[in-house]
């Protein structure tokens, strides 16, 4: 009944909506522009909530380039509120969610099965058309449905744990290695969750922020680590002497990948998924790679993971609760985008239309 007396009132009137843009780096404001109009491929999502990523806040702070104006958010989930003429799979009334990586299907490289790396990627929310607002129109190809048992809350931690899912394929992760996380945002606790759910032996996180570093604790970290007081590589060589069999870097940086390297053990794997500044590099030595038989890989979004993580984020065993610290207003965007860069920030919540 709600929901359809909201569609008759969108449909009849196509009112003017609130969306958050941002005109150029360090500011972000509310502005209002017509409902989009359905098209006949297209989803017209009632947007409930939207977490901040850990990019949004990169390109508020000018750290990561992208086009002016530009409307931020990509890690939402919603209601349907009007279909296309050609949308089969999706109907109005369902409770949805959006993979913003939207891959052409016929390029080079999605047809070699790495969507990842296709070559015409749309990114609706990281490119335009962000889900900080409280309509959204995008193709029936991304829109997910999810069930009840995911609330519009947890539902924003599926993009997130989706990357982390196709990090953790990629690590090839063993029962019982000695696993240290570099970085304990959303995505390091991410990582923490699903590597003890994995398995893991020994799993040390290193976070400066000591906020941070309790929740880690508290959620199954063996050790946590400061880097800007100890040395990551001492202390992971004092709880194993044969060093990280796994190394997950989620910052990126110059200092981190190095650290990292240095905490590995032979055979180790190093996988990086944080993108800092475009200059970070590090000296490494080439024969300690092959005589270790060291791996050093990137990892990047998330191919072929959203289901397995709508599945993962509908499951009970995981504290998703855990990781949310802060909840707030759409008309309130500019204090949560102040908040992001606080250091206690862990995933920031924009409720744009949740009563529940
Ligand atoms: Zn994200
Ligand atoms: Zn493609």
């Known amino acids: 009944m709600r929901v359809e007396s909201l569609v008759l009132r969108v449909i009849e009137s196509r009112t003017d909506m609130k ?16 409902v989009p109009p359905i098209e ?45 003429k050609k949308v089969s799979s999706i109907k109005i009334g369902d409770r949805v969610t959006v993979n913003p990586n939207h891959e052409c299907g016929l390029c080079y490289f999605c047809r070699l099965g790495f969507p990842n790396h296709c070559e015409n990627l749309k990114r609706p929310g990281i490119k335009s058309n962000g889900g900080f607002a409280e309509y959204v129109s995008v193709p029936e190809k991304i829109v997910y449905r999810i069930p009840d048992s995911i609330s519009f809350r947890n539902a924003t931690l599926i993009e997130p744990v989706s990357c982390v899912l196709h990090m953790i394929d ?5 029962p019982r290695d000695v696993v240290v996380i570099i970085g304990g945002g959303t995505m390091g606790l991410i990582c923490l969750l699903l590597c003890g759910y994995y398995g893991a032996r020994t799993i040390i996180l290193s976070e400066p922020v000591e906020y941070k570093r309790a929740l880690a604790k508290q959620l199954g970290a063996f050790l946590t680590c400061d880097p800007a007081k100890e040395c990551l590589s001492s202390r992971v060589k004092e709880t194993d002497l044969h060093g990280a069999n796994l190394v997950l870097d989620n ?17 180790g794997r190093l996988l990086i998924s944080g993108l800092n500044s475009e200059k970070a590099e590090i000296p490494i030595s080439v024969q300690d790679i092959v005589k270790n038989e060291l791996t050093i890989k990137g990892v990047f979004l998330n191919p072929n993971t959203f289901s397995r993580s709508i ?46």
């Open 19 to 34: 969306y958050a843009v941002m005109p150029q780096a360090g500011m972000i404001k509310i502005e209002e522009k017509p």
């Open 311 to 356: 599945e993962l984020l509908g499951m009970k065993v995981f504290p998703w609760d855990n990781l949310f610290t802060h909840e707030i207003q759409l008309s309130e965007i500019n204090r949560a985008f102040d908040i992001s860069a606080e250091a206690k920030a862990v995933k920031i919540l924009v409720n744009i239309n949740e009563r529940e």
């Open 40 to 84: 006949d491929d297209k989803v017209l999502i009632n947007v409930k909530m939207c977490g901040i990523c850990g990019t949004d806040t990169l390109i508020h702070k000018g750290i990561l380039n992208v086009n002016f104006p530009y409307s931020p958010g990509h890690e939402y989930s919603g209601v349907v509120v009007d279909t296309g």
């Open 251 to 267: 910052v990126g940086s110059s200092n981190t990948v190095f650290e990292g390297y240095k905490c590995l053990g032979k055979k």
């Open 170 to 174: 990629e690590a090839c992760i063993k």
